[in-house]
């Protein structure tokens, strides 16, 4: 079925020279000249809206408009439910999304505000005096422990030490390009924090960058083998992702070409399918055994991470978690990102972060568990302003991936699942990944997250507080505006006033 396009392409002649930059940067062929008539032209239907043309068109002759031609109005069948519906009945295939869940839920961030110190307890300046933003992730003990000599016993728990409480979430290479992880892993080098290899491995290029990478293993266990976890600052088992709970993930043979199937360590051009659960996980004891062969492999030096999605009983799974061994739980929430998953899973599936890290940190504190593990907070963290909440509420640190997309020059039009992302991003075609320059990808990272730096700590100076960890957990930062009595009791703050 023929549908008007979602977009159109809105083109002032009298600005157009005929440069046709807009036809060579178009990865889906929208533009073209015509030569006959000396005017250049538009298929609009292939339009995504990703910006491309209308950036980098040197006499802004160009807009992208959303088209107003609707089918008639219905508060029930919406226009989407409509094409999409005709969309099936023409395939009868799953429909495909990628980045985040775009529908208007509630975002708890925007209905939670932060404190500010007035007059007895009063604000710090954080250009004058010494505000603290490292953490460490890891197992903290419960009390002193003495050795035999009557000495203070020191060891730790391996901790993974970062100079602030944000790190680049799971990307795996093959979703997003070389250039894309290049720009991340020399990021987090330079900030001293973490990016996280994704479940595509470690490309060869990238094992100096070990000590500021987190190595995923997913339950395709594609590019898994002992020098990839001894590469790594820690090792992340993958259970759920915030964009697809309940569900594995799926690179097409398409994508699985030169270094990505060398990395993955699968043949060219077949389908990389992570399979919905770990084939040897089916319990909390069966998690348990793959926490200590991780740890075992790498001779007890490295934290390991658990990654779960947050869905209904997600307080009771990190109660398991927590007694599992692993060091740190990383919750992705219903907003976070994805370079695909089927439509009806990401919009429909799981829970939002803030509802979620609420209620496992007081869960785990009421079961006096809460130092068995540090917890990371993702899916859809956008600012420097939601990760003081989401530490306020009782994250150790969060994880960030759309925004960190969106600084190497991602303009969210959510199409990665289609391999021809213009901004070289989520895409694999040489022409396409050469747009990124890993130079400014990872100069623009850097920028962000000094950005956020300062941020987080103008937030806590004017809080009266100087350290993350005097932050974490300290829920009486936080006010509600606009939350029933139940999302105020799940979220544990008061309302606005009180
Ligand atoms: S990039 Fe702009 S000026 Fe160049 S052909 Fe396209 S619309 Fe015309
Ligand atoms: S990464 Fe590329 S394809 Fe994906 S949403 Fe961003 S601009 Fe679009």
């Not at 007895?120 to 009390?143: A, C, Q, S, Y």
């Not at 084939?279 to 998690?287: A, G, N, T």
């Not at 039009?413 to 021809?420: A, D, F, W, Y």
């Amino acid at each position: 079925m023929n549908f008007y396009p979602e977009f159109e392409v809105v083109r002032n002649d009298s600005r157009c020279i005929r440069c046709r930059v807009c036809e060579r940067q178009c990865a889906n062929e929208v533009h073209w000249f015509d030569a006959d008539g000396k005017v250049m032209l538009s298929d609009e239907s292939k339009c995504v809206n990703c910006q491309r043309c209308v950036t980098l068109c040197p006499t802004r002759a160009l807009k992208i408009v959303k088209s107003d031609c609707r089918l008639r109005e219905n508060a029930n069948y919406s226009d989407q439910t409509i094409k999409e519906i005709y969309r099936q009945a023409e395939t009868g295939g799953v429909l495909l999304s990628s980045m985040g869940n775009p529908n208007p839920l509630p975002v708890y961030w925007d209905k939670i505000l932060i404190n500010a110190s007035q007059v007895t307890n009063p604000p710090i300046d954080p250009l004058r005096e010494p505000m603290e933003t490292r953490v460490f992730l890891g197992k903290k003990p419960d009390h002193i422990t003495r050795n035999p000599d009557g000495s203070l016993d020191t060891t730790l728990s391996p901790q993974l030490s970062l100079s602030m409480p944000v790190m680049f979430s799971a990307m795996s290479y093959g979703s997003i390009s070389y250039n894309a992880h290049a720009s991340l892993a020399r990021a987090a080098t330079e900030l001293g924090i973490c990016y996280n290899t994704g479940e595509g491995g470690l490309h060869e290029d990238f094992y100096k960058y070990g000590k500021n990478t987190i190595v995923q293993v997913a339950s395709g266990r594609f590019g898994v083998h002992k020098d990839y976890l001894e590469a790594g600052a820690a090792i992340e088992i993958k259970m759920g992702q915030g964009a697809k709970p309940g569900i594995g993930g799926h690179l097409p043979g398409t994508k699985a070409v030169g270094d990505v199937a060398k990395t993955r360590m699968i043949p060219e051009g077949s389908d990389a399918i992570s399979p919905a659960p770990h084939h040897d996980i089916y319990s909390i004891e069966d998690l348990r055994q793959l926490v200590y062969s991780l740890k075992e492999a790498t001779e007890y030096r490295l934290p390991v991470i658990v990654k779960v999605a947050a869905v209904h009983n997600i307080a009771a799974i990190a109660s398991g978690i927590a007694r599992s061994g692993a060091d740190i739980i990383a919750i992705d929430g219903f907003r976070g990102g994805t370079g695909a998953a089927p439509t009806r899973i990401r919009d429909n599936v799981g829970i939002p972060i803030e509802l979620a890290l609420a209620a496992v940190d007081q869960r785990l504190r009421d079961e006096g568990i809460r130092n068995n593990v540090s917890i990371i907070c993702g899916g859809s963290v956008r600012s420097a302003a939601d990760v003081v909440k989401a530490i306020a509420l009782g994250a150790d640190a969060c994880y960030i991936a759309t925004a960190a997309c969106l600084a190497m020059g991602c303009h969210l039009c959510r199409s990665c699942h289609t391999g021809k992302c213009n901004w070289g991003i989520a895409t694999q075609r040489p022409d396409l990944v050469k747009r990124l320059n890993p130079d400014i990808g990872s100069q623009r990272l850097v920028n962000l997250m000094t950005a956020w730096r300062h941020e987080i700590k103008e937030l806590m100076g004017g809080m009266g507080i100087n350290s993350i960890e005097s932050l974490r957990g300290n829920r009486l930062m936080l006010r509600g505006v606009g939350l029933t009595e139940k999302e105020l009791q799940i979220l544990g703050i008061s309302h606005a006033g009180e």
